[in-house]
């Protein structure tokens, strides 16, 4: 029987940090995880580059049924913590754009800032460890594994989402959160890819590659940024993060215009009147996509000049609320990140702690709270997991 203050399962992003901070506070960590390799999701993040944290992050860049639960934690350990330790690990980073902070080289240097982190304070962290089971001892807890046995005054449970099945995510957390009475709140994927319907996808079939700037907006938010065609749907930063706020059978609106573009057939009637239509939509989209929008619009490719203003003007609203209908998302298999889990209102916002579970703390992605896409769900791993870390 092996003997801790803490034991955390999950050796991810949440986990990690959480043991190295109450390591330092002196307490015996151990961390477990059932995977051959630590903080495979932070590899990978980022295309490689980890985009680790965002200049801009508040509470309002987080999805979750109670919307104040991350301003603690968020508040008193922030993204400059986060980026003063990068730099005590001299990690060279930029800005990529919107305030997301990615490594200049790779994610690895995020995961060795981790370990490093561990090694320094004496946490341990155990890899290729099955968790049997944990049960509720008088002392704390007792945890069962293919590695033996655990006994821990606190445990930490850092076992992240659903998304990325093959990488090792499973339903523990959740599990776990049920078997000691809390609650959790349905999952879904988010940050995700969207699938057309056969009929849509026939149509931007051959637009597979091409990204354009729209804003992608429901009645509940709109983003400005990149929207990519894909052989499946739709993708790009505009997509992935609308498809957070995204109820299955609903529209998105896309606007293919600017607010500083909402004139540019009206505009070209003026400047150059012969233009075919063709040729004025191809100076502001890439030309394949100029020939489906001609298309799915019925519009009339004539020269501009044979439009009336009302018809330049309707062509116009036309681009700036064009409405997609997906058939659905890619699912787990291709998302960042899970909507929904452990019900927060269970949880103490201030350490993470279960209020009816003395030493039984959540953290990360396990919680009801979800990032947008730019380096908020890491910067949440690492508040939460050092909220945990000060008392667990
Ligand atoms: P995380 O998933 O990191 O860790 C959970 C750990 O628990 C894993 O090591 C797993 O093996 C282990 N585990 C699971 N079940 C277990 C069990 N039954 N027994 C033992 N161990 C178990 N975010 C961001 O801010 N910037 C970015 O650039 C990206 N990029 C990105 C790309 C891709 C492809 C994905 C899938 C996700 C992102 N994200 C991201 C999201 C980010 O990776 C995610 O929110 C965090 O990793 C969550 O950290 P956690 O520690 O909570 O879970």
Partial sequence: MKQRDVVVIGAGAAGLFCAAQ????????????????????????????????????SPENFLSQNPHFCKSALSRYTQWDF????????????????????????AADIVNLLLGECAKYGAQVTTRCEILSVEKVDEGFAVTTSLGDYRAESIVIATGGLSLPKLGATPFGYKIAEQFGLSVLPT???????????KDKQVFADLSGIAVDVAAGNQRNSFTEAMLFT????????????????????????????????????DAR???????LSTVLAKHFPKRLTQVLI????????????????????MENQLQSWKIKPNGTEGYRTAEVTL?????????????????????????????????????????????????????
Avoid at 303 to 313: M, Y
């Fill in 22 to 57: 109450a390591a330092k506070r002196g307490r015996k960590v151990e961390v477990l995880d059932h995977a051959k390799k630590v903080g495979r999701k932070i590899l990978m993040s980022g295309g490689g580059r980890c985009n680790f944290t965002n200049m801009y992050a």
């Fill in 188 to 198: 879904r994927a988010g940050l995700v890819p969207f699938t057309l319907h056969d």
């Fill in 83 to 106: 980026i003063s330790l990068v730099a005590e690990y001299g990690i060279p980073y930029h800005e990529k754009t919107l305030g997301q902070l990615f490594c200049d080289d790779s």
């Fill in 295 to 314: 298309d799915i619009n019925q519009w009339q490719n004539l020269p501009i000049k044979q439009f009336s203003e009302h018809q330049l003007n309707m």
């Fill in 231 to 266: 052989h499946r749907g739709l993708s790009g930063p505009a997509m992935l993060q609308i498809s957070s706020y995204w109820e299955p059978g609903e529209a998105i609106d896309v606007s293919l215009l600017a607010a500083a573009q909402a004139e540019i057939l009206q």
């Fill in 340 to 392: 929904g889990g452990v019900d927060t209102n269970e949880i103490s916002s201030k350490t993470m702690m279960a209020k009816n579970v003395e030493g039984l703390f959540f953290i990360g992605e396990v919680l009801d709270v979800t990032g947008w896409l730019g380096g908020y769900n890491f910067q949440w791993a690492w508040s939460s997991g050092w909220a945990a870390g000060q008392v667990a």
């Fill in 270 to 276: 003026k400047t150059s009147p012969d233009a075919q």
